[in-house]
């Protein structure tokens, strides 16, 4: 990003601060600091009860001298803070969406609500394929959200390129996309934006055949809602010898 012109800030909650860049040393402690126990996951609904518990426990001195406390913010509460701090564009691996039997359990991701309100461009490599793609794309387009693939025709699935599914309009430049979003500021439109990059990784075809077994898994075990990312993530990092989280890095530096 930096060889490009611009700066990186991640986007997260340290001590009860919301911290919009951080340092080369936070980077590392935030990174270790789920193994640790120290990291919560933030959507948007989150933040404020995060935010507070973090400040109680610096106010009683329990955590004046410990490790930091973070609060891992997804891509609807990155959103939030990014508007905040005058920031327009931001990068990440997959948004969240409608999971699969949604019609019937109203699980649906907060990333969809914050797009439909919250003026930033969103790049990712697409909605999980652990989602419903269809029923999420209908949700995005019911909220007005401008969704695009780009350089494609199909709809990406994080891990794999191919949907199966036609996205709902393509771009072919940033410059196109850098366009469509000053014109919808220009309308006075409040939505955000979503841009679908193709992950190139060639690992990516292995990782959705053991995503497809380890969501049977989930399945079975009775595990739901939020904690199935997390699960899926990690058992995909066995089943594939950790070539599901090389990929995961390369659609990220991608979309980057």
């Known amino acids: 990003i930096r060889c490009r012109g611009a700066i990186p800030a991640t986007i997260a909650v340290k001590d009860g601060v919301c911290r919009v860049g951080l340092t080369l040393e936070e980077l590392d402690d935030l990174a270790i600091s789920g193994v640790e126990k120290r990291a919560t996951k933030c959507s948007t609904k989150d933040l404020p009860l995060v935010i507070a518990k973090q400040m109680e426990l610096l106010e009683r001195n329990e955590n004046k001298s410990g490790p930091s406390q973070w609060g891992a913010t997804t891509v609807a509460s990155t959103m939030h803070?990014?508007?905040?701090a005058g920031i327009s564009v931001f990068v990440t691996g997959g948004t969240g969406g409608v999971h699969r039997g949604g019609e019937s359990?109203?699980?649906i991701s907060a990333d969809l609500v914050e797009l439909s309100r919250t003026p930033v461009v969103v790049v990712s490599a697409g909605v999980k394929s652990i989602l419903d793609i269809k029923r999420t794309l209908e949700t995005l387009e019911t909220n007005g959200v401008p969704t695009a693939a780009f350089g494609v025709d199909e709809f990406p699935a994080f891990f794999s390129p191919s949907s199966g599914v036609t996205a709902p309009a393509r771009v072919d430049s940033a410059e196109e996309v850098a366009s469509a979003y000053l014109t919808s500021l220009g309308l006075g439109l409040k939505n955000g934006m979503l841009i679908a990059v193709p992950n190139s990784d060639p690992a990516g075809a292995s990782v959705e055949i053991a995503i497809q077994e380890v969501l049977d898994e989930a399945s079975e075990l009775g595990?739901?809602?939020?904690?199935?990312?997390p699960y899926i993530l990690k058992k995909l990092a066995e089943k594939t010898k950790g070539d599901s989280l090389k990929s995961n890095m390369s659609l990220v530096k991608g979309n980057a």
């Open 81 to 84: 803070l990014a508007h905040m």
């Open 105 to 107: 359990t109203m699980d």
């Open 223 to 229: 595990i739901s809602g939020r904690d199935v990312t």
